[in-house]
Each structure stands twice: as C-alpha cells, then as structure tokens.
C-alpha cells in the first residue's frame, strides 16, 4: 500500500493531461481537491488490485458533463461523498475501494480526493487508457460490466440513481442528469467485485501517470525537454506543429463540440490541421487525411511551456505541438473498436493504428519554429 503526498498528487494529475488527449476536465482543480482532501483527512492510499479480496466490491467515481462548464461550476464537495454512500445503499454494500474511471484530467484526481474522505483505498489501475466523453467507452463494457446502478449528484443535495438496460443507456440518461444540474455532475458506477473486474482494467495506470508527470516537472521551464521526455516515455509521435487560426466550441448535449484549425509553422508550414474536439480531441487531420483518431490519443502540447492543453483551454493563436500515442491494445479488437472506436464516436472511416499513417513522424526541436 502506498500513500501519495502532495507532490505525488501533482505529478499524476499532470501526467494524467497527457493521457487525458485534452479531456476529462482541467486536471489542477481535481488536484486541489485531492490535496484539500489529504490536509483534512490524510493522504489517499493506492493499492494494486491483486491486494484486494475477490469478492471485494469496487467502484468508480467520476465527473459527468461538459469540461468547459468546469471553469464556473467546481462540483468536488459534498455530492461526491453524497453519491458514493448513496449507491452503497442502493448495492447493499459497502465500496471497498475506488477505481479511476479514466486516467485523464479531473477523473484521475478525482478517486483519490474521495478515497481519502472516505478512507478506502484507490486501485492502482483504471478502466481506458486514456479520457473518454462518454461512460460507456470503457473496456469493463467491452468486458460485459454494467455501469448500472450509476448515482448522479448535485452540489445542492439532488441525486438521481439510473438504473438502465444498457451502458450506452446508463450514459444517455446520466448525461441529461447532468445537463439539468448544470451541465457537469458528480457520480459513481460500474459497482463490481474484484474477481469480475480483475481481468478487465488496465493496470498499474496511476504509476505510470506519475512517472510520466514527475518527468515533467523535473524538466519544467524548458519546453523541448518536457515534450521528450513525455516522447520517450508514452513513445509519443509528433503529428503537426501550427498554430491557432480557427475555434469553433460549444457546449452540446452535455459536451464540449467543435473543431480547432492550425496553420502550419516551422516544418509544417504551408499545412493545415483540423482536430475534432467532443471533450476529448478525437481526429486529426492533416491537409484533409486523417493522421490519428480514438481510440489512439491525440494530445495537443502548449509550445511555449511544453504542458499539455485541455480543449476548454485553447485559445486563438495558441502555438502548439499536437502528439499522437498508441492505446492500449485492447482497444484495437473488434470488441474494443465497436465500443471506442471512430464509427462508435460517429464516424464513417476505418480505424487505422496511429504508427501506420506515413505522416507520423520523429519529434523535431520546438526551436524550428517560425515567427510567422
């Protein structure tokens, strides 16, 4: 068992951004929480899932809503610790530890703030990979695991418990839930023991996050060194560098939409690229031709600080240095692809694994830049 201080907490939450392909929400104001949490109950404890009994009950908290309505609401009080007693009630038992839903943004935080108000363990492990916009991409789905009963909860006191035919249905009425509590929610499912989930998460997820974020900080400042060491660990490819010349994003249906055009710069110049934003960044285009899609990660860098940015955060003329990392093999079956893949997300192309598109290509010193 292992206990995080503050600086551990920060180094996941910053490693989580990279992972998180610009969702799951601004991962500094789960950090908050995670570190509020700690000052007032003590440090959250992080376990394998191979220390927990098979009939162990384990669930998983997270944030339900829009990432940019994040900015003005900050639903980490009470409603977290609200939902998860209330589902206890609802199973007839009590959660014996906390899985992170995704290992992006405010998700990867999020367990660890609830773990230590409630004192339960956090398991090492998570259900994507990655950040996903909606909770039914997850491989406990691909796997069979219901999210139902799945408990949505307010800063006000309002709960709702969706108890749903499918994932995809638990997702479609806990997401209007949260539109009616003001576009982004607290909430908790995917209740299951240790023996069903064992063989459905992908381990050793907040380890890896750390490492990755603790890389970071130790090469803070210089942004060129930041972006290698996040390459070497992720084995990250460099799809586009530009900048910001069009954004178009709004909230929809209890998500972020939209799409972010870049102008090329430094080796890319005279070359376009388009990013479809649903929370997370899910295609990339490149001159019209797909160069990256979910479920690979596409994740957009900052080129002045090298940090990851999150889709709520971009601005216009925004210079950036867009990434693409492999996912988690599981994600490539047919099993996988029919529940994260692009004609689950809408989409009416194959997927294509991100190391198969010619245009990928070694990172190149962010010094190339041009001043145009």
């Known amino acids: 068992m292992n206990r995080l201080d503050a600086t551990a907490l920060r180094d996941i939450a910053r490693g989580s951004s990279v992972l998180a392909g610009g969702g799951g929400g601004d991962p500094f104001r789960g950090t908050l929480s995670a570190i509020e949490m700690t000052r007032q109950y003590g440090p959250p404890k992080v376990i394998t899932i191979g220390e927990l009994p098979d009939d162990a009950i384990v669930a998983c908290p997270f944030i339900i809503g829009a990432p940019l309505a994040f900015l003005e609401k900050f639903p980490f009080g009470d409603e977290l610790a609200v939902a998860a007693r209330e589902l206890e ?163 929809v249906d209890g998500f972020v939409r939209g799409t972010v055009l870049l102008d090329g710069a430094g080796p890319d110049a005279g070359s376009r690229m388009a990013i479809d934003i649903q929370n997370e960044y899910l295609v990339a285009r490149r001159d019209g031709s ?46 996988g692809l029919a529940v994260g893949g692009p004609a689950r997300l809408g989409y009416d192309f194959p997927y294509v694994p991100l190391e198969q598109h010619a245009t990928a290509r070694a990172r190149g010193p962010i010094g190339a830049w041009s001043t145009a």
Not at 103 to 116: E, F, K, Q, Y
Request: charged content about 20%.
């Open 89 to 251: 009630r609802v199973i007839g038992a009590p959660i014996a530890a906390l899985l992170p839903a995704e290992i992006g943004g405010i998700n990867s935080t999020l367990p660890l703030a609830l773990g230590a108000r409630m004192n339960i363990p956090v398991i090492d492990a998570d259900t994507m990979g990655r950040a996903y916009p909606e909770m039914d991409m997850t491989l406990l789905n691909v796997e069979g695991i219901p999210a139902a009963p799945t408990v949505v909860a307010d800063e006000h006191g309002n709960r709702v418990v969706v108890h749903a035919t499918s994932n995809v249905w638990t997702e479609t009425l806990a997401r209007t839930v949260s539109v009616k509590f003001g576009a982004a929610a607290a909430g908790i499912g995917y209740s299951a023991t240790v023996a069903r989930l064992r063989h459905a998460v992908i381990e050793g997820s907040l380890s890896n996050v750390r490492a990755i974020g603790r890389a970071m900080r130790e090469a803070a400042g210089d942004p060129e060194r930041v972006i290698a060491s996040i390459t070497e660990l992720t084995d990250a490819v460099e799809l586009f560098r530009g900048k910001i010349v069009d954004l178009n994003r709004e909230i």
């Open 290 to 335: 797909v160069v990256a899609s979910a479920p690979d990660i596409v994740t957009v860098m900052d080129a002045a600080s090298g940090l990851p940015l999150t889709t709520e955060s971009l601005r216009y003329g925004y210079r950036l240095v867009v990434l693409g990392i492999a996912c988690n093999e599981r994600w490539r079956t047919e099993a």
